[in-house]
């Protein structure tokens, strides 16, 4: 008991950390998700990617950068984890602890990634591509 | 419960001492190497500093060459758009400025991560340069004493 007391406070910061990185995941995928299902509803309602996009004030692009920002948050944390690890660990507590921490963060990442693919990733790519499409035509004639 | 409280404060006192004196318990971990061991680990940690700043150099290098040629290629594309405005019909319109946001918003995040990767990169470098300083200290002690 007082072992785990240990590597637990020895790792608070990491710990607290992860907990609010977890909780600030899980209301952002709750809304994704709600937002996921509208936009796949009016998919089939027959809306256009820009239709698409454009619904609700462009959430869409809003949460397409939140997901990356959140991902490189994740990235940032698993970072830190094995920074800390190095520096001021060597008990094998600590090194499980670690190890949990990243497998934890490792998938959220996976999480965001899949949530934010269909359709928001997939409507974005179709819209930059046609965007591309445009302004490359127009400078290549100009 | 009151135990307990005791017992967390004591840890957590611990550990932050433990935080507070990790240079020292470097310098005292080299103190007791042998000297073939301080040696092959002053070796090490010198051939690292040198080989860092290398790196160094090259990813600054790597960093602005990618980021000047996202940057131009937006850059023109955002001219073309600007120019071109008044062609464009309303679908058009707004297409091309849904990918200048979101290339321009993409190669901002790009930068900061870039800065914050060679920011953590320089931090490193001064960990080795700090700890070559704590090696060749405790090699001017020596050839003193």
């Not at chain 2, 000047?68 to 937006?74: M, W």
């Amino acid at each position: 008991m007082d072992k785990f007391l240990e590597i637990l406070i020895n790792n608070i910061k990491q710990i607290i950390i992860t907990i609010t990185y977890s909780i600030i995941v899980f209301v952002y995928s709750v809304n994704l998700e709600q937002l996921n299902y509208e936009l796949l509803e009016q998919e089939k309602l027959g809306n256009t990617a820009i239709d698409l996009i454009q619904y609700n004030n462009y959430q869409a692009i809003y949460y397409f950068f939140y997901a990356i920002i959140l991902m490189s948050m994740g990235m940032g944390i698993i970072y830190f984890t094995f920074y800390e690890l190095k520096k001021y660990s060597a008990d094998i507590g600590d090194i499980i602890l670690g190890i949990l921490i990243t497998i934890i963060i490792i998938f959220i990442i996976i999480h965001i990634f899949k949530l934010i693919t269909i359709p928001i990733l997939k409507i974005i790519f179709t819209v930059v591509t046609i965007g591309l499409g445009i302004l490359f035509s127009i400078s290549s004639n100009s | 419960m009151k135990v307990n409280k005791i017992k967390i404060k004591r840890i957590w006192k611990k550990s932050q001492e433990k935080r507070k004196n990790i240079y020292n318990l470097e310098y005292e971990k080299i103190r007791k190497m042998s000297e073939k061991d301080y040696i092959l680990n002053y070796t090490e940690i010198k051939s690292k500093y040198k080989f860092s700043q290398n790196v160094k150099y090259l990813l600054n290098t790597i960093v602005i060459s990618i980021l000047g040629f996202l940057g131009y290629n937006l850059y023109k594309l955002s001219r073309t758009f600007f120019i071109n405005y008044t062609t464009f019909n309303s679908e058009q319109k707004e297409i091309a400025t849904i990918t200048i946001i979101i290339l321009s918003g993409l190669l901002l995040i790009l930068i900061f991560s870039f800065l914050i990767i060679i920011y953590l990169y320089l931090k490193r470098i001064k960990n080795i340069e700090r700890k070559l300083i704590m090696y060749e200290e405790i090699k001017k002690e020596n050839t003193n004493g």
